[in-house]
């Protein structure tokens, strides 16, 4: 079992700057390819950025790319995403999740709670 619990969202203005942050506790951190998924209200989830399963690819979806990276620490168990130039359009709930196997889209594993990312104009 793997427990993944977000922080770092909040309140920003446009053109601002948030670094996310996801720790898992459970198995083996550096045996899961980690992504960053987000939900705006009225919209189906999307991917953000993920690793690939050897760690050596990234994705970014087209709208963050430029603006946004994702990092790990196994050290820390923890996976990053840090967020620039931030708009009006990135304001949704953002979630990490863990997979043991499959591609950047999935299936996940396990995912975290949430947190909120609101970036008012």
């Known amino acids: 079992q793997v427990q993944l619990v977000e922080s770092g969202g909040g309140l920003v203005q446009a053109g601002g700057s948030l670094r996310l942050s996801c720790t898992t506790s459970?198995?083996?951190?550096?045996?899961?390819?980690m992504g960053w998924f987000r939900q705006a209200p009225g919209k189906e989830r999307e991917l953000v950025a993920a690793?690939?399963?050897?760690?050596?690819?990234?994705y970014y979806a087209d709208s963050v790319k430029g603006r946004c990276t994702i990092s790990r620490d196994n050290a820390k168990n923890t996976v990053y995403l840090q967020m620039n130039n931030l708009n009006s359009e990135d304001t949704a709930v953002y979630y990490c999740?863990?997979?043991?196997?499959?591609?950047?889209?999935?299936?996940?594993?396990?995912w975290g709670q949430g947190t909120q990312v609101t970036v008012s104009s």
């Open positions: 999740a863990a997979r043991s196997a499959g591609s950047w889209f999935g299936p996940y594993d396990y």
């Open positions: 459970g198995r083996t951190f550096s045996s899961y390819a």
């Open positions: 690793f690939s399963w050897s760690g050596g690819r990234l």
